[in-house]
Structure formats: C-alpha cells, structure tokens
C-alpha cells in the first residue's frame, strides 16, 4: 500500500512539475510574442480612421488598413501562423475589429467556443468581429433547387481541399452561429452588408456567388457581433 502510494504521489508530483513548467513556459512565449507586436505595432497597418484591423485567414486578399493573419507566408500576409485561431502573439483588447470570411468553418465544431473567447480576448471592450460562414440552410435551398444534386453544394459546404488547411468542419445556420457567438461572450449580434458595411472595399466570400450549372448562388450568411 506504502509502495502504491508512494508510486502514485511520484508519479503525481512529477506531472504537477510538468504542468507547472509548461505553464511558465507557455507564459514566457506569451509574453515575449506580444512585446514583438508591440514594438511592430507602428510599422503594422492601420485603417484611416485609426482603428486597428485584424484580418484572420486573409488568403490571397491583401484589404488596406488590415493586418493580415494566415497560415501561408504569402508577401502581405503579417503574421504567419499554423495555429490560426491561437492568437497568444496579439494583446488582451489590442484590436477593433476582427474579420474572417469562410473562415470560422475551418474549426472543429468542438472547438468552436475556445475559438470564438480567443477572438473576444484580443478585442477591445466594443470591437467588432465580422464574420462571413457558408450558410447550411441556403445550402439546403441550393440542394433542393438543383434536384438534389450533391455536387452543387458539396464545394462550398466541404471546402475546396486544394491545400491542408482547406477543409470544414463546422456547420452554421443563423441560429447557430448566433447563439456560438453569445455563448462566448458576444452582444448585438445583427447582419452585415458587404456593399454597405465599413472596411470592406474588395471582393470575397461575403459578396461572391457560388456557380453549378451556368446559375449563380448565394452561399453565405454574414453576422458580426461587438465584444463585451
């Protein structure tokens, strides 16, 4: 019972050890990752009204005004991250708007709520996170508009899986992505227009139609929610 114990408390301790180390670690990275955004910060983009812009999953979009996120090192893109939804190198409340565009639905869904307090936590109290998803009931519109033919949806509903990070794994709904987004701590949320909205002079996802069989549809739901 003595050697049970004594192996278990070891074992304990040792794992409390490692807990602890990787915490600290963790904490040095933190911290020595956002002075660097810190001192980059002047160098970095700013929209013209002085607002700090996070463009997370920019792709191949270089907006004005944006600091561009994603995980290829493309020539504008600012931050280079394989963990695009770990944002440790941005400041608690250090940014004023958020935008990702077919982007959230690269997240695990049992990822989803870590993901959308880490989007909370770099935003100022107010900021703004706009997002555009592929919307699962106009999906199921297309679906039936089409005869149930599968291959009208399936590129926007799956991803087009050209490269690693190009497939989906969470569905949305306005319901859905409205109650994700309460859930973590957001407010206000409401639709948003692409060609009447702020900060978006360019097209994407939000404003572009998917095409199967010479016809064009709308794929997307477009929310946006302040941070608390």
């Not at 020595?32 to 191949?60: E, K, M, V, Y």
């Not at 020539?75 to 944002?87: G, Y």
Request: hydrophobic share 40%; charged share 25%; glycine share 6%.
């Amino acid at each position: 019972m003595n050697k049970q114990m004594t192996a278990f408390s070891a074992t304990d301790l040792l794992r409390r050890i490692f807990s602890r180390g990787w915490r600290e670690v963790h904490g040095l990275r933190t911290a020595a990752a956002q002075a660097r955004w810190r001192q980059r910060l002047p160098t970095l983009p700013r929209a013209d009204d002085g607002r700090h812009l996070l463009h997370l999953g920019c792709g191949d979009i270089d907006a004005p005004g944006f600091i561009n996120v994603d995980a290829r090192s493309l020539p504008h893109v600012h931050i280079v991250t394989k963990r695009l939804f770990d944002l440790y190198m941005v400041p608690d409340g250090a940014v004023d708007l958020v935008y990702m565009c077919h982007v959230l639905e690269h997240v695990a869904h049992q990822e989803l709520h870590p993901t959308l307090v880490e989007l909370r936590r770099v935003l100022k109290a107010g900021g703004l996170l706009r997002v555009s998803v592929p919307d699962f009931d106009k999906m199921l519109d297309i679906y039936h508009q089409t005869d149930k033919d599968i291959l009208a949806i399936e590129p926007p509903m799956m991803g087009g899986q050209d490269y690693a990070f190009n497939f989906h794994y969470s569905l949305f709904n306005a319901a859905r992505l409205k109650q994700s987004l309460e859930a973590a701590g957001f407010r206000d949320v409401q639709s948003w227009d692409p060609a009447r909205c702020d900060h978006h002079p360019f097209i994407d996802w939000a404003n572009r139609q998917h095409f199967h069989g010479g016809r064009g549809y709308d794929v997307s739901l477009n929310l946006e929610a302040n941070a608390c």
